[in-house]
């Protein structure tokens, strides 16, 4: 490339103007016109090339945020098929399945209406134990909403003693009894022995409200702090009196109770939902 296909720089365009000043009059009118519509192209083009600049940049950077979302549906898909294999149920179905002997056949209507998938895509652990069922249907909500109050179609199931054994709930028979407080009207109920317990009051027909019990256990969580970042650990009381100690993957505090919920929804289902942990 020779000197005359060199483009200017914006600095020697402006020099120009100071030798325009010494033209004949006749010409300095034109000339600087010119020199005037130059510079207005010079700074156009300034600002296409910036806003290409920026067009790339920003293309770049939703690629990648598509190429993380890509790689984060492929990461849950697969901690959902996961789920169905090992845990055997169906969040689009209407029945349980027991553990997978083959691969589940899954078509699209089942990831559009699984609420596991929904689920996991929230970033919330998948259980390892089936949820309780609203006619049917996964119940993830009355586990994971702690204070709230859900209205319920409730029966009671008696032996011929008249104790109470089970609860019919929202058409749900796999409620355990495990307490009765106020006869006939206030029960603690456990889905299959397993996760939170609950309080059903019993109104009328057709008219129950269910409740989550409050934790009734305490158990601490280990925060250590080195180099600047904290490490969290479980001390885990077992029944022989001996102490095991679970390293928790997590670096927050949060992260470290959601570790600590799904280590225990994982090696001690009966009492998911039941431990209140605290910082030590």
């Given at each position: 490339?020779?000197?005359?296909?060199?483009?200017?720089s914006?600095?020697?365009?402006?020099l120009?103007?100071?030798?325009?000043?010494?033209?004949?009059?006749?010409d300095?009118?034109?000339?600087?016109?010119?020199?005037?519509?130059?510079?207005?192209?010079r700074?156009?083009?300034?600002?296409?090339?910036?806003?290409?600049?920026?067009?790339?940049?920003a293309?770049?950077?939703?690629?990648?945020?598509?190429?993380d979302?890509?790689?984060q549906?492929?990461?849950?898909?697969a901690?959902?098929?996961?789920?169905?294999w090992?845990?055997?149920?169906?969040?689009?179905?209407?029945?349980?399945s027991a553990?997978?002997?083959?691969?589940p056949?899954i078509d699209?209507?089942?990831?559009?209406?699984?609420?596991?998938f929904?689920?996991?895509?929230?970033?919330?652990?998948?259980?390892?134990?089936?949820?309780?069922?609203?006619?049917g249907r996964?119940w993830?909500?009355?586990?994971d909403?702690?204070?709230?109050?859900?209205?319920?179609?409730?029966e009671?199931?008696?032996?011929?003693?008249?104790r109470a054994?089970?609860?019919?709930?929202?058409?749900?028979?796999?409620w355990?009894?495990?307490?009765?407080?106020?006869e006939?009207?206030?029960?603690v109920?456990?889905?299959?022995?397993?996760g939170?317990?609950y309080?059903?009051?019993?109104?009328?027909a057709?008219?129950?409200?269910l409740r989550r019990?409050?934790?009734?256990?305490?158990?601490?969580?280990?925060?250590?702090?080195?180099?600047?970042?904290?490490?969290h650990s479980l001390p885990?009381?077992?029944?022989?009196?001996?102490?095991q100690v679970?390293?928790?993957?997590?670096?927050?505090?949060?992260?470290?109770?959601?570790?600590a919920?799904?280590?225990?929804?994982?090696?001690?289902?009966?009492?998911?939902?039941?431990?209140?942990?605290?910082?030590?």
């Amino acid at each position: 490339m020779n000197s005359t296909d060199t483009p200017l720089s914006i600095d020697d365009l402006t020099l120009f103007s100071e030798r325009i000043a010494r033209l004949p009059p006749a010409d300095v009118e034109w000339v600087g016109a010119l020199l005037a519509e130059v510079l207005r192209a010079r700074r156009h083009e300034t600002d296409l090339l910036a806003m290409q600049s920026a067009s790339e940049h920003a293309s770049k950077e939703n690629a990648d945020n598509l190429n993380d979302q890509l790689a984060q549906v492929a990461l849950d898909t697969a901690e959902w098929l996961r789920t169905l294999w090992d845990v055997g149920y169906m969040g689009a179905g209407s029945f349980r399945s027991a553990p997978r002997s083959a691969f589940p056949s899954i078509d699209l209507d089942d990831v559009r209406k699984s609420s596991l998938f929904a689920r996991i895509r929230q970033g919330k652990h998948a259980l390892p134990f089936p949820p309780p069922t609203r006619h049917g249907r996964p119940w993830h909500d009355v586990l994971d909403d702690t204070d709230a109050t859900h209205q319920v179609a409730a029966e009671i199931i008696r032996d011929e003693e008249g104790r109470a054994l089970a609860a019919i709930i929202e058409a749900c028979a796999e409620w355990q009894v495990v307490e009765e407080p106020v006869e006939d009207r206030q029960f603690v109920v456990q889905h299959q022995g397993k996760g939170p317990r609950y309080r059903l009051h019993l109104r009328g027909a057709d008219d129950a409200a269910l409740r989550r019990e409050p934790p009734a256990l305490t158990c601490p969580l280990l925060q250590q702090e080195r180099g600047g970042f904290h490490s969290h650990s479980l001390p885990w009381q077992r029944d022989d009196g001996s102490t095991q100690v679970v390293t928790l993957r997590a670096a927050t505090w949060e992260r470290a109770m959601a570790e600590a919920e799904h280590w225990l929804a994982t090696h001690h289902p009966e009492l998911y939902g039941q431990v209140r942990f605290i910082r030590q």
